[in-house]
């Protein structure tokens, strides 16, 4: 059994760790565009009635591009403070972090094509043949 010193550490640094949530959400708009962009997947698939792996692939592929982004936020910030002018080597840095969210974004973007894309087309031939 963990004893309540352990316990209250883990408390804190839960605590620590959605404090940084809540401040990555606050300061980056690409952020913010994620999460609603998420919440339509989330709308979508309750609609759409997605299966079981319908909803591991597109909830995985969402955390995936969330923390990449917040991950990207946290290295942009600290190249700023470690370099606070302009430095091509932090550039590099920066476009390589970048780059990352956006591989995140191409994968997350190919599975709601693949989960989506079928249903949608159902749809339409259920209205089209009406």
């Not at 909803?55 to 995985?60: D, E, R, S």
């Not at 290295?75 to 932090?90: A, F, Q, S, T």
């Not at 550039?91 to 894309?117: E, M, N, P, Q, W």
Request: contains cysteine; positive net charge; hydrophobic residues 55%.
């Amino acid at each position: 059994m963990k004893e309540p010193q352990e316990r209250f550490r883990t408390l804190e640094k839960f605590k620590a760790a959605f404090s940084g949530i809540v401040s990555a959400i606050r300061s980056e708009v690409n952020l913010r565009i994620q999460l609603v962009v998420f919440g339509i997947v989330v709308a979508l698939g309750l609609w759409f009635q997605l299966d079981a792996m319908e909803w591991v692939a597109v909830l995985l592929v969402s955390g995936l591009v969330l923390s990449a982004e917040i991950m990207n936020t946290s290295i942009e910030k600290l190249c700023d403070v470690l370099h606070p002018n302009r430095d091509p080597g932090i550039g590099k840095v920066k476009d390589l972090s970048a780059g990352a969210v956006l591989v995140a974004a191409l994968a997350a973007a190919a599975v709601g094509a693949i989960v989506f894309i079928p249903k949608v087309w159902q749809l339409i031939k259920t209205f089209w043949e009406k």
